[in-house]
């Protein structure tokens, strides 16, 4: 169907049906602008279907959420914060996030379009080799770090960083997915030399504890207090994870888990990288503020020139090629 060439004016000039669906007024899409086909995510009252844009032909990954599940289960939060971030980041034109393409809904349903990562989560490759190598790890968790900078400098925090929602687009560099625990933190107010500073300012405060277990990090589950410095303790997290194969922080029930992280309960294997081993220290540290990186002027300058990242060139990595993961 999009290969089908139209002939204007005679045939003087032609058109394929591609050019004809980008030169029309975008109008609002529906569930039947689509061909949906496997499922490629679940989540607590949402799934993710690969789906075929039927005027483009182009693949999708379209978050299908039930109404009636997200009323019952008191959602309507969670999808409005995911809409919100990732409109932002949509319009950011930055290429580490999934992008928002288009919302609509059925009198059942609300849809999210999506780009579709075609290598899926970072975690069954993780899990696959059982430890990555320096160069991959130093690339994937280099990827990962730009994404953070852009999100923070957009005052947004992910909140639910892990290996799950960092997927792998056709070319193996990341899309940061699943914003449904972000929050956007309120614009900082601008500073003059006529501002009294309050030095006990206290910080913006949550109500609840959101993401998962493993990777939240102590400030959460103690003084539920918000700072993008929980997004680099996940960012620790992830990093050792990388290299030791598994979470730094594990447990059966997850109030030994609570305890391990609040006690900074957890040891390296043998054999972790020395460089990693003293990065991840300075990110999975108790107090938000003492991370390396909370302190920088430009975002995470500190991390950006740590030794572990010695000779990597942040600027190019996503035009660089994916170091091969085994
Ligand atoms: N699973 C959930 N969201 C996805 C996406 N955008 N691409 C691929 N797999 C996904």
Not at 303 to 323: A, C, E, K, M, W
Request: a neutral charge; one cysteine or more.
């Amino acid at each position: 169907q999009t290969s089908q060439v139209v002939q204007v004016n005679g045939g003087g000039q032609s058109l394929t049906a591609d050019k004809i669906v980008n030169m029309m007024p975008v109008t609002k899409r529906n569930p039947k602008d689509y061909i949906f086909g496997k499922v490629i995510g679940e989540g607590s009252y949402s799934t993710v279907y690969l789906a075929k844009d039927i005027h483009t032909n182009r693949e999708h990954a379209i978050k299908v959420c039930e109404k009636q599940q997200i009323i019952r289960e008191k959602k309507r939060e969670q999808v409005r914060r995911e809409k919100d971030a990732l409109n932002i980041l949509s319009n950011s034109g930055s290429s580490l996030f999934v992008k928002l393409y288009c919302t609509f809904q059925d009198t059942e349903r609300l849809y999210f379009v999506m780009s579709y990562a075609k290598n899926g989560d970072l975690l069954p490759y993780i899990n696959k080799v059982g430890s990555f190598d320096a160069a991959c790890t130093r690339f994937y968790s280099g990827e990962i770090l730009r994404a953070l900078e852009h999100l923070h400098d957009l005052n947004i925090m992910h909140r639910d960083l892990k290996p799950e929602n960092i997927l792998l687009d056709h070319n193996m560099h990341i899309k940061v997915a699943d914003f449904g625990c972000s929050k956007i933190l309120e614009q900082p107010e601008a500073v003059d030399n006529t501002t009294i500073l309050d030095e006990n300012n206290p910080r913006q405060r949550t109500n609840s504890f959101v993401g998962t277990a493993q990777y939240v990090s102590p400030e959460l589950l103690t003084e539920k207090t918000i700072s993008p410095s929980s997004d680099l303790w996940a960012l620790g997290c992830i990093i050792y994870q990388m290299i030791a194969g598994l979470p730094p922080f594990r447990s059966r029930s997850e109030y030994m888990l609570f305890k391990k992280i609040l006690n900074l309960d957890y040891v390296y294997p043998d054999g972790f990288n020395a460089d990693a081993k003293d990065l991840v220290q300075k990110l999975l540290v108790l107090d938000p503020n003492e991370r390396l990186g909370t302190m920088d002027d430009q975002r995470y300058t500190s991390i950006r020139s740590h030794p572990f990242y010695n000779g990597l060139d942040f600027d190019t990595l996503h035009v660089t090629n994916p170091p091969p993961i085994y």
